[in-house]
């Protein structure tokens, strides 16, 4: 099984700043099926990255991912208000499909 | 709009049984993998169980032991889960969720609100 790794637990930031989270796997994640969540308050999650760097239909482009193997990138270019939640990690190019445990971001 | 709708979350005994139902529409139900994906309370994801679009592959997770059971009916849009045997540790919230694929098991491209399943006495 792969364990995904979020960093860091907690992410304290301002609207308008930079947000870079970062996912690692315990192993490579084959064909970078990695995708990522937003999941607010209450809310079920939201898919916001697939492919490790395709948005999925209606993402902001302010939310980009990158990486391969196993190092993966979230990032928020300049947050918003309503970008302020948790976000998770997902790998699908293995079974059983994982999660990272989230990171998240919280208004400075 | 693609649209899943959970019910039949509940209050349960431990060693009881529920099934909890996903009602799917706006898209073609009968085309894509479903899944059941859970959330203990202030916890992360945890994915549950997985079926193929026309349930030729089901898969659990190693830590249900076999008291999890996924099943579909196409005719009625509609995603089911059977839980037996329920323990203190399966309390969470329970997402049903689309998978990206119809034959293989990617990732989730759209959830439902969930519903709570409370294992108490």
């Known amino acids: 099984e792969i364990v995904l790794t979020q960093s860091p637990g907690t992410l304290s930031l301002s609207p308008g700043e930079r947000a870079t989270l970062s996912c690692r796997a315990s192993?490579?994640?084959?064909?970078?099926?990695l995708a990522w969540y937003q999941q607010k308050p209450g809310q079920a999650p939201r898919l916001l990255i697939y492919?490790?760097?395709s948005r999925a239909a209606g993402i902001p482009d302010r939310f980009s991912g990158s990486g391969s193997g196993t190092d993966f990138t979230l990032t928020i270019s300049r947050l918003e208000p309503e970008d302020f939640a948790v976000y998770y990690c997902?790998?699908?190019?293995?079974?059983?499909?994982?999660f990272g445990q989230g990171t998240k971001v919280e208004i400075k | 709009e693609v649209q899943l709708v959970e019910s039949g979350g509940g209050l349960v005994k431990p060693g009881g049984s529920l099934r909890v139902s996903c009602a799917a529409s706006g898209f073609t139900f009968s085309g894509y993998s479903m899944n059941w994906v859970r959330q203990a309370p202030g916890k992360g994801l945890e994915w549950v169980a997985s079926?193929?679009?026309?349930?030729?592959?089901?898969y659990y997770a190693d830590s249900l032991k076999g008291r999890f059971t996924i099943s579909r009916d196409n005719a009625k849009n509609s995603l089911y889960l059977q839980m037996n045997s329920l323990r203190a540790e399966d309390t969470a919230v329970y997402y049903c969720?689309?998978?990206?694929?119809?034959?293989?098991?990617?990732?989730?491209?759209?959830w439902g609100q969930g519903t709570l399943v409370t294992v108490s006495s």
């Open positions: 997902q790998q699908y190019g293995s079974s059983p499909r994982t």
């Open positions: 969720a689309r998978d990206s694929s119809g034959y293989y098991f990617y990732y989730f491209d759209y």
């Open positions: 079926i193929s679009s026309s349930s030729s592959y089901i």
């Open positions: 192993q490579s994640v084959s064909s970078s099926y």
């Open positions: 492919g490790a760097s």
